[in-house]
């Protein structure tokens, strides 16, 4: 290949070597290098490479938004579940089975298997919810308990909203 070059004068290295092996086009039917025309390919190629990197950042900043919130959501449960936990229980608790948590006036909180209807015309004291305790030992809160798994429609949106 070295063959291929000489020095000429003021000129530098020419390539004078056959047309197929010339780094640029030699022939007057070949298409021109424009100086213009190949910078606007690189700026063409800059911004399709920006706008896929920023459609894929995108997607990871709304993972990342989501997974905070849904750690937000697993501490909050347990601070509750320790909460309910720690209220007094003059019972044996079976999982499955539904609570009513009150409130006395010493702001201490106990659990009873009747719920506010049960007693009548009024609770003895402040009612504050009912829960069911589950095999893991969580509480599932009594208007949560027959809702379905929202899990399977949280996926369905997140591939929606990202295609």
């Not at 608790?93 to 015309?121: C, E, V």
């Amino acid at each position: 290949m070295s063959n291929d070059y000489k020095k000429h004068e003021g000129k530098g290295k020419v390539h004078e070597g056959h047309a197929r092996s010339a780094p640029y086009p030699v022939s007057r039917l070949g298409a021109s290098v424009d100086l213009v025309d190949l910078a606007q390919q690189i700026a063409t190629a800059d911004s399709h490479v920006n706008t896929r990197v920023s459609s894929k950042l995108q997607v990871i900043a709304d993972q990342i938004r989501y997974l905070q919130d849904e750690a937000r959501e697993v501490l909050e449960s347990a601070q509750r579940d320790q909460e309910l936990h720690q209220a007094q229980c003059n019972f044996k608790r079976i999982p499955g089975k539904t609570y009513h948590l009150y409130q006395r006036a010493d702001s201490s909180q106990y659990f009873s298997m009747l719920g506010p209807d049960d007693w009548g015309s009024a609770a003895p004291h402040h009612f504050k919810g009912s829960y069911r305790l589950e095999n893991d030992m969580s509480w599932t809160p009594a208007d949560q308990v027959d809702r379905p798994d929202d899990s399977r429609e949280l996926v369905r949106r997140l591939l929606q909203d990202h295609q």
